[in-house]
């Protein structure tokens, strides 16, 4: 299974940025696919995920209303939109995937749900 993550970059307060995440190699369409942020020196933090299968999507209580997660099933590519964006939202944002039942089974937010990780794109907000 291949991840690659893009679409990172630099806005100002309240400005948009849209990340991409591109995913091949799956046999089965019961995967999750999930966006994760880190800052330096702080522990990796599960930001939102969505279903390939039946296209249910999760945040993270500090994004919700500003961030949409989506799903392109013919490309295989899965969005990001972040909208309102803050200067906490300043991070690597990783794109990651994994099987749906097991993340389903040991948590959508949890990190060990998520088998394949991407490089990262950097996200930057200035005030």
């Known amino acids: 299974v291949h991840v690659v993550d893009s679409g990172g970059g630099s806005a100002q307060f309240g400005g948009s940025l849209r990340l991409s995440c591109a995913i091949s190699?799956?046999?089965?369409?019961?995967?999750?696919i999930g966006w994760f942020r880190q800052t330096p020196g702080m522990e990796r933090e599960w930001v939102s995920s969505?279903?390939?299968?039946?296209?249910?999507?999760y945040y993270i209580e500090s994004v919700k209303g500003r961030f949409t997660i989506s799903r392109d099933n013919a490309k295989d590519t899965f969005d990001l939109q972040m909208n309102s964006l803050k200067v906490e939202d300043t991070a690597v944002y990783y794109c990651?995937?994994?099987?749906?039942?097991?993340?389903?089974?040991?948590?959508?937010?949890?990190?060990?749900?998520?088998?394949?990780w991407g490089q990262g794109t950097q996200v930057t907000v200035s005030s």
């Open positions: 990651a995937t994994g099987d749906y039942r097991v993340a389903q089974a040991m948590g959508i937010a949890n990190e060990i749900s998520y088998d394949y």
């Open positions: 190699g799956f046999t089965h369409d019961y995967f999750i």
């Open positions: 969505i279903s390939r299968s039946n296209g249910s999507t």
